[in-house]
């Protein structure tokens, strides 16, 4: 029984982001948005429960990425597509399955990886990268000119580049304070631009941060 329980929470974010597209598909872009997000909390409390319970398996694991993929992966893409990218042409839908292709490749890479790499994520988690899609949505910022594709873009890239990010579970590489105050100062910006940000604020200074904090280590380390 005690096994089920991850597994059941692990299925419920695939159910989320399920629900996702097809909220997409009926233009309900908000409620759309908002699945994602409450995938995000099932997704964080799988792996939780299941270490709490002592039942992680390889099986979960699997489970985990391939829901994952629907509702960080699939999900943001459509989402991101139908909210503005479908008036880019070809463009747009480089940029909608460049997010999906992104995300199965970091998430297969993660799969890989996971007991060599500790401390830190290599490239964007894909659940931080389908939430910045979903937060700027909610956000009711407007993107002018090309701005919004090439956003997409450069969060797919993220997901796939060895820019590395905090897991939040053990000691995390040296934080550049530098790097540390610009992204608080595009943060109060964005938020200055829009009160509704926060959500997206939070995500996209997570995205930035790391950027520039692996930025200026590689850096440091070349003078």
């Known amino acids: 029984m005690k096994k089920l329980i991850p597994n059941v929470l692990t299925a419920f974010n695939l159910v989320l982001g399920m629900l996702s597209i097809i909220a997409t ?18 997704d964080g409390l799988d792996g939780r429960v299941a270490r709490y319970f002592e039942v992680s398996s390889e099986f979960g694991k699997e489970l985990d990425s ?32 460049m997010f999906a292709i992104c ?14 790499v500790k401390g830190h994520f290599v490239g964007l988690p894909i659940p931080a990268g389908g939430c ?8 009711g910022i407007m993107p002018l000119g090309y701005i919004f594709p090439i956003m997409i873009i450069i969060f797919a890239y993220l997901m796939v580049s060895s820019v590395r990010y905090p897991d939040f579970k053990g ?13 608080g100062a595009v943060s109060i910006y964005i938020l200055y631009l ?29 003078t």
Request: aromatic share 18%; charged share 10%.
């Open 25 to 42: 598909i009926n233009g309900q872009l908000t409620f759309a948005a908002i699945y994602i997000l409450a995938a995000l909390v099932a």
């Open 66 to 97: 391939l829901c994952d993929l629907v509702s960080f992966g699939a999900a943001p893409a459509l989402l991101a597509y139908v909210f503005m990218l479908k008036d880019f042409g070809y463009l747009g839908v480089f940029a909608a399955v």
């Open 103 to 116: 995300g199965a490749l970091r998430l297969a890479r993660f799969n890989v990886n996971t007991s060599k």
């Open 132 to 139: 910045l899609v979903a937060t700027f949505i909610l956000s």
């Open 171 to 183: 000691k995390y590489e040296k934080i550049n304070y530098f790097a540390l105050g610009i992204t």
């Open 194 to 222: 829009s009160i509704q940000s926060v959500g997206f604020v939070i995500f996209f200074a997570y995205a930035l941060f790391g950027l520039l904090n692996t930025w200026f280590s590689f850096m440091g380390k070349q």
